[in-house]
């Protein structure tokens, strides 16, 4: 499958005419390319700046920053950016805020730049959308391009069909697992993991290194996220490991199931690697045991 940068970006880049129709409501919109790399002096991992072109002729740019949660110094940046850009290009640039999760009580979501010094004024206007504002079976009803359904999970009114519904349409895709996989991603946010688990199809190693899971485990103790992730992490890498032993070697004992259940995710992901190869399951056993007493070091 190779390595990917498995997060927003990696949706907005595989259909960037689809992400842009949405985000603009605008079906007529064409992307006639994608700039980001020209602009990684000033620009993060997960921006997107697409040259678009309406009907008319009129080319613009738009530019499209994905907030997990809600950051202090992002106006600033994406003013320079804008400005930066259009300085570039010399064309107008949209830039487009997509919040994906509900922040706390008191906690306000920028929705400009604004700055007075000496009496100059700077100021830039973004366009806000707010996931969890957005009706998901409405989302759903609107035909939405394979690469938006991760995000449906976030919306309002999100439950078990939705995600079914989700996993259904994205399985039909080229890169269906990348797909499901930021699906599950997205849905363990909002839904229960074992949940989750039981629809999706998921791969821990590729979920691992999706810079969205790894700004949920930087940032998600106060939103009362990482909980719920690692929970999620850690029922996969045990049915896995499970799984493994028991087509390798038949009936996995009980001790080794109630063991898997006391270690995290870390642990166990090492334990997924033994468990494809170790010669049988004592020696399995004697790893297991090896690493529960360095956890308990």
Known sequence: MGEKDISGKFLIDRDPEGWVRWLLDDPTLVVTNVLSTEFQFVARRGDSLLLVQRPDGLTFGALAELQLHPEAKMPARLQNYCAMARQKLDIPIIPIVVYLTEPGPGVELPTSFHEEFMGLV????????????????????????????????LMAGADEEVLRECVRRIRTEPDHEE??????????????????????????????????????LEKGVEQGLEQGLEQGLEQGFERSIVRVLERRFGEVPAGIRQSLEQLPAARLERLLDEALAVADLGAFQDRLVAIRQEKQE
């Open 179 to 216: 797909l499901e996989t930021i699906l599950a991603l997205f849905a363990m946010i909002k839904l229960e993991p074992a949940v989750v688990e039981r629809i999706v199809r998921w791969h821990v190693n590729l979920l691992e290194k999706s810079p969205i899971y790894q700004e949920i």
């Open 122 to 153: 700077t100021h830039q206007d973004f366009k806000i959308i707010k996931m969890w504002e957005l009706d998901a079976r409405e989302a759903l009803a609107q035909n939405l391009p394979a690469t938006l359904l991760p995000y449906v999970p």
